[in-house]
């Protein structure tokens, strides 16, 4: 009886969602049986990949191609080949594996790729078409989104408590007439602090009656997630980027807040003394004498008999060299100027899209070119390793003196140091500069509105983000924008920030 033939099978659950109407697991799964049986071949099952193509970096994928180079099997079979990859590094490492003759065929429904340099071509095609057809359905979905945020609208499936419906040409989102009232009672029973939160959890669910929008009573998690979301007074996070929804809030921003003071979720500021607030500004320091500030709260009674509280920020006046005599400044205007300081960091969400694009085309770039350079500095560190070997044989037989091998042994390992670094660094430089770009320009859109629903530990800790040597000086507030944010602090003296 011959030995029929290993081959490997690979199913890819779709994770993007230009892909979203290719076949389930099931069905990719019935496909691959069937083509194992018509070509007579021994299957070694893969688990199915859980991570888009997009990227590079697939564990499946990953470990597929590293039992390949083994030469664990030669053949793999799957749905259709452009499954395989959507990203160029990965398409490469299937080129390269076939070009080796460590990988001779690649079986499709409808299609096989041979290892020969016709069928090489014409993969080549198919996985270029396939990222090209994914990177323009991206951009399409990036357009589409974009579009919606500029309307106001929300651009996804209606959270509990809303239902998506059609408002002219375009959709949204609109009270729920059957569960908004119950969140909104939900609330306000939850901001007057009588409740622990599995108490106001049965409440909704056994004497309200809350439900899902599927019909099941609330689930304990759901309702924790729903009392912590801003979207349910307007403003929500999609896309990594946050933003004003131009929808029916359920509730007003006062009341989110006090449930979150009420559950335990945020502390409630203590007004009637210094000892024990925390304030969020005192990270200021004074210019003339160079002390920090301090601050305290003053209660003031009204002329309606209820209390109000301000608080103040003022010189610690601990210099024992200055008579300091800056003024006071009371925390709203203190605010007020580090909204206006903050504003010129902040752009237009269609600036950090042009901006994404430049970077990520430059990554690429990068990338590619250091890619492409692996191989030389592989070969130099191969060559190196060599000569180091030499070197040695050379000091043993006594054609060097020690002195000449020492000298040339420190020149060639700090060679060899240099170039390993070259080859370890090949893709972490690029991506953590990428990472940290992508996260500069994310933050920096809507950052004015982000400082204000903020609490007061993130308010200082966005201040600290953006700037040093917060100084103040006559009651007017200065600052040194930290790298990378004052080219965007500086922008409007330079037309060409972007580039």
């Known amino acids: 009886m011959v030995a029929k033939t290993k081959a490997f099978v690979y199913l890819r659950k779709s994770q993007d969602r230009e892909d979203r109407q290719v076949l389930s697991i099931e069905g990719q799964l019935q496909v ?66 076939m070009s080796d003759d460590k ?35 991206s951009a399409g979905v990036h357009r589409g989104y974009q579009t919606k945020y500029e309307r106001g609208e929300y651009p996804s499936f209606a959270p509990t408590g809303y239902i998506n419906v059609k408002v002219g040409h375009n ?32 409440y909704a669910r056994d004497d309200l009656g809350f439900t899902s929008r599927y019909g099941q009573p609330i689930k304990r998690s759901s309702l924790w997630a729903m009392l912590q979301n801003s979207l349910y007074y307007g403003f929500y996070k999609h896309g990594g980027e946050w933003h004003w929804g131009e929808y029916e809030r359920l509730i007003s921003q006062d009341l989110f807040d006090n449930v979150q003071v009420a559950m335990g979720w945020k502390k409630k500021r203590t007004r009637n003394t210094t000892r024990g607030t925390f304030y969020p500004y005192k990270i200021l320091a004074c210019a003339y004498c160079g002390h920090n500030l301090t601050a305290y709260t003053k209660p003031k009674k009204l002329a309606s008999g209820e209390t109000a509280y301000y608080t103040y920020y ?35 969400k269609e600036d950090a899209q042009e901006c994404l694009s430049l970077i990520r085309y430059f990554h690429a770039e990068m990338t590619e070119n250091r890619t492409v350079r692996l191989a030389d500095w592989r070969k130099d560190q191969k060559e190196t390793e060599t000569k180091l070997a030499q070197l040695l044989e050379m000091r043993m037989s006594k054609e060097l003196t020690h002195d000449e091998f020492l000298d040339s042994k420190a020149t060639l390992n700090e060679r060899l140091v240099r170039t390993k670094q070259q080859i370890d660094q090949v893709h972490t430089n690029a991506d953590r500069w990428l990472e940290l770009a992508e996260g500069l320009f994310s933050n920096a859109v809507n950052i004015v509105d982000t400082f204000k629903i903020a609490d007061d530990e993130e308010r200082k800790q966005i201040l600290l983000e953006l700037g040093s040597n917060w100084q103040m000086s006559n009651k007017k507030v200065r600052f040194t924008p930290r790298r990378p944010y004052e080219l965007l602090a500086n922008r409007t003296s330079d037309s060409n920030w972007r580039g």
């Not at 610690?316 to 909204?339: A, F, G, M």
């Open 171 to 202: 959709r949204n989102i609109a009270p729920d007439p059957d569960r908004a009232p119950i969140f909104v009672k939900v609330c306000e029973e939850a901001a007057t602090g009588k409740y622990t939160f599995d108490e106001l959890w049965k």
């Open 314 to 348: 003022v010189c610690t006046r601990k210099s024992k060299t200055k008579k300091c005599n800056e003024p006071q400044i009371d925390e709203l205007s203190l605010q007020e100027q580090l909204e206006g300081l903050i504003s010129p960091i902040q752009i237009t």
């Open 103 to 137: 990988l001779l065929s690649i079986i499709s429904e409808g299609q096989i790729f041979h290892a020969t340099p016709n069928d090489m071509f014409f993969l080549t095609l198919m996985l270029g078409m396939s990222k090209k057809e994914s990177d323009d359905t």
């Open 32 to 97: 691959a049986r069937k083509l194992v049986s018509q070509h007579h071949l021994a299957p070694i099952y893969l688990p199915a990949e859980q991570e888009s193509a997009y990227r590079k970096g697939r564990p499946i994928f990953n470990d597929l191609m590293d039992k390949i180079e083994r030469g664990e099997a030669r053949h793999i079979v799957c749905w259709d080949a452009k499954r395989l990859s959507r990203n160029p590094i990965d398409a490469g490492r299937i080129l390269q594996a």
